[in-house]
């Protein structure tokens, strides 16, 4: 079993910066890649970044791309989401995921592990 902790969430105004971490602990040997989601109030859950473990390749998305940095530090099997000119539309759940086997994928239902979230609201 993988746990999953996500932190750093909280609220801002439009044009600052967040940095979220997701700590890993358990088994994490065999975990492939990890991800970031966000789930706005009344919307499905969507892709905004990914990073396979060794940290040598990431996906954005489009929303996100060149705002929006992932990153691993592996001595600390921690993942990082570094947000800047965040936007009012930024305001979700973001939640870190996991993924056992396989590349590196954007799909939420590829991961398969999930940690509780933490909210990100940005004021405009």
């Known amino acids: 079993q993988v746990q999953l902790a996500e932190s750093g969430g909280g609220l801002v105004q439009a044009g600052g910066s967040l940095r979220l971490s997701c700590a890993a602990s358990g088994r994490t040997a065999s975990t492939v890649a990890m991800g970031w989601f966000r789930q706005a109030p009344g919307e499905g859950r969507e892709f905004v970044a990914a990073?396979?473990?060794?940290?040598?390749?990431?996906y954005y998305a489009d929303s996100v791309k060149g705002r929006f940095t992932i990153s691993k530090d592996n001595a600390k099997n921690t993942v990082y989401l570094q947000m800047n000119s965040l936007k009012a539309e930024d305001t979700a759940v973001y939640h870190c995921a996991g993924r056992r086997a396989g590349v590196v994928v954007t799909t939420t239902d590829a991961y398969d592990y999930w940690g509780q979230g933490t909210q990100v609201t940005v004021s405009s």
């Open positions: 990073i396979s473990w060794s940290g040598a390749t990431t």
